[in-house]
């Protein structure tokens, strides 16, 4: 066998090795990504069941509970926010890496571009980057955008249960809960965009 072949050779087991690890730290980022948003969850969940109970029981202790909770679930949340973004554009970039190496398997023998399609043959599907596709709403769809509405219509809960506090209206809260979550959910989708535009 000639060093050509040998060489050829070990190029190939390099690719074949390097697809796997790269397949294996995707799995890595969806991995924590759903580990971060249960835990996220599952946070928000037992505190509002706690303070169910708490009014339904004895209303004294909710104003100070709400007080230390509520922040600190906020700050939870954008701490997961934040992650589920970098952990996104992380999954971009190794899918772009394997998006290569199954170019190169494509072009290997005439009929081998037919067991490996390309993104645009495959419009809509994971191999189509998130950043790069026809519209912005596919960032919608993320982990990370689910989060990001949850933890705006809390950050806007807090503030309009803190301003009920101080003698404003339920009805006037509420209008001002609704425009600050709105406005909290749209900073962190141009976020996402810009990230991805600038990242990816």
Wanted: hydrophobic residues 50%.
């Amino acid at each position: 066998m000639s060093d050509t072949d040998n060489n050829n050779q070990a190029f190939m087991s390099a690719l074949v090795t390097e697809h796997f690890v790269l397949q294996s730290a995707r799995g890595g980022t969806t991995f924590e990504a759903s580990g971060r948003s249960s835990i996220y969850l599952a946070a928000v969940s037992t505190s509002l069941v706690a303070l169910g109970f708490m009014r339904s029981n004895d209303n004294s202790g909710a104003g100070p509970f709400i007080a230390a909770v509520l922040p600190t679930l906020w700050i939870l949340g954008e701490l997961t926010y934040k992650r589920l973004v970098d952990l996104s554009v992380e999954d971009l970039a190794y899918l772009r890496s394997i998006q290569k190496i199954r170019t190169y398997y494509s072009q290997l023998t005439p009929d081998a571009a037919a067991y490996f399609p390309t993104p645009n043959e495959i419009a809509g599907t994971e191999l189509v980057a998130l950043g790069r596709r026809k519209s912005w709403t596919g960032i919608l769809f993320g982990v990370a955008s689910t989060i990001a509405a949850v933890n705006s219509v809390l950050g806007a809960a807090a503030i309009a249960i803190g301003l009920n506090a101080l003698g404003t209206s339920i009805t006037f809260s509420a209008i001002i809960a609704i425009v600050i979550a709105a406005a909290l959910f749209t900073a962190h989708v141009l976020h996402q965009l810009r990230r991805h535009r600038t990242d990816t």
